[in-house]
């Protein structure tokens, strides 16, 4: 890429080719915050607008709404800055620390004061649900805002904390009674963090002086009291929004992004914004230490946009000594997200988990498959896909990407991200997979075998025809499986009509890669009805290397943070056992130099 003369540290790879999206660390080095700036073509600019995210599930389910609405304002002539709260996303941090709340606030800040050193003085908040109820806590002490824009806010921060504690009760039951954080769908407070939030509300909030305010709002709310006196008191304009069920609280992966709105609040912050135009100064910091040995060593990150597709990739390690060379020998894990997830994993798991393997010296890569985060542009009208010709091409390039040897590579992933490790470790020679809550064992895929492949519009006439074949297919299913014998079923998984595990698993086992695979109840459940353990009985007659690790409570989403702490556990014992020469056991070995923070 060709570094611009008004932007610093573009020369390392932190931005894309065509010079309007770069990623960057930002803030103090010893507590620097993740961003990702979209910036006008000719870098000159209008103004400049913050983005304040959500957090939990929601963050994931609006990442491509946030990116998408970006490249809008973007193209109005606004730098656009969206970031990670501390201890949310990618930047460091515990997501349960017991000051949570403060940091997500000073990352607000911290924000402002980033764009600010590029130059832009014309500044816009934009916030999404909580990321909203926290942009309107801070306006007024940002300095001069010009507008602000708050997106389906959460007005008060006791219901919203109360309605998601009970959505997870329900989602995934109670966790244990030992355990005093709070958890969400998709995030996990400390108790103090979970009172600070509760106190919040956005009628208590002080308006920054002499900002406009838009608020977009669900039809359910616009009549409540508590919101009606909310637009009073930020004297604000409104408009109403619909079905935000399916953009924020999908029933399944697809997320429908509400593109209409998005184009309204560009068009709205547009106007805000005067004519006269600034060249931004960008200061790029690709690499950031985000945490540290108990022993001093740093763990550091670096960011770029790796390959011919350009996947925004994310690679966690140890600081290497000065002078040192690049090892390409190195161990390195690649973690691979699910549906429509970015890079960070279920509940923020693969960014715990790689900073874990950095202090036993293992290199992780985290990355962006097309049609996630932050690759690609996001086209108007686009939706959630799986198992698309991108992804799987994606999967097996990321490997070449990620420089590491292949005896020294473990891939990892869950559900769909699963399938995607086992698909490009098949194709291309790797040490070990770890397949976490994998549901589907086909290679050769039909369109009708799984729902979640279907068209995303299933009033359409190509959804309604394969959710019919669908049905069918999982009548007949029950049928097959008492009277057909196993080969049968193993013939019908062959032709990727029926899920067989040994359709998958007996491949990866003839190219020699070591395959872990941890489920959960639901997911051993269906394995086990689609002949998981006969599949595994016949592999270990011909000397399969693998071995299959089950849990007794916990959801395949991996919400239950009691599963989600012993997959980790699992994927870090079983890439030390794979790449390094010293192994340890289930539990973790309080010998070995772990994170302090």
Known sequence: MTARPDLVGTESGAGRADGTRFASWFGPDDAPLFGVVDLPADGRCRGAVVLCPPIGKEQVDSYRAMVYLAQQLRARGLLVLRFDYRGTGDSPGAQDDSDAVAGWLDSIRRAVEYVRSCGITDIGLVGLRVGALLAAQVAAACGPVRAVTLWDPVVRGRTYLRKQTALHQMVVGPEGTDDPRVTLIGA?????????????????????PGAKVLMALRESEVDSVGTRETVAAWNA??????????FLEPADFVVRLPFGDADRIAAWMSASFGDHHTGAALDLRPTAVVDRTVDGRQVVETLEFAGASELFTIRTSIAPARGARP??????????????????????????????????????????RRGTGDTGLVQHGESTTLYTDESRSDAVDIISASGAQPESVVLAGMCSGAWNSSYAAIRRPVRAVVLVNMADWTITRKAFVKQSTMDADRKSLKGAALALLHRHAATAKKYLRVWLPYRGWLWLGRAGLLQVPEVMLAPLNERGVHTTVLLSPVDYAAFVENHGER????????????????????????????LRDKVLRDVLATALGELTVDRVDGARDDSRPVLVG
């Open 188 to 208: 996990v407070l400390a108790p103090a963090a979970a009172s600070a939030l509760s106190a919040m509300s956005l009628r208590a909030a002080t308006p920054p």
């Open 237 to 246: 304009e409104t408009f109403t929004v619909h079905d935000y069920e399916s």
């Open 327 to 368: 090892d390409a020998a190195v161990p390195t894990v690649i973690f691979h997200g699910t549906a429509n997830e970015h890079r960070v994993g279920p509940v923020r798991l693969w960014a715990e988990t790689a900073r874990e393997l950095a202090a036993h010296g293992i290199v992780s890569v985290r990355f962006d």
């Open 535 to 562: 599949s595994l009985r016949r592999l270990r007659r011909a000397g399969w290397n693998g071995r299959l690790v089950t849990y007794p409570t916990g959801d395949h989403s991996l919400y239950s943070t009691a």
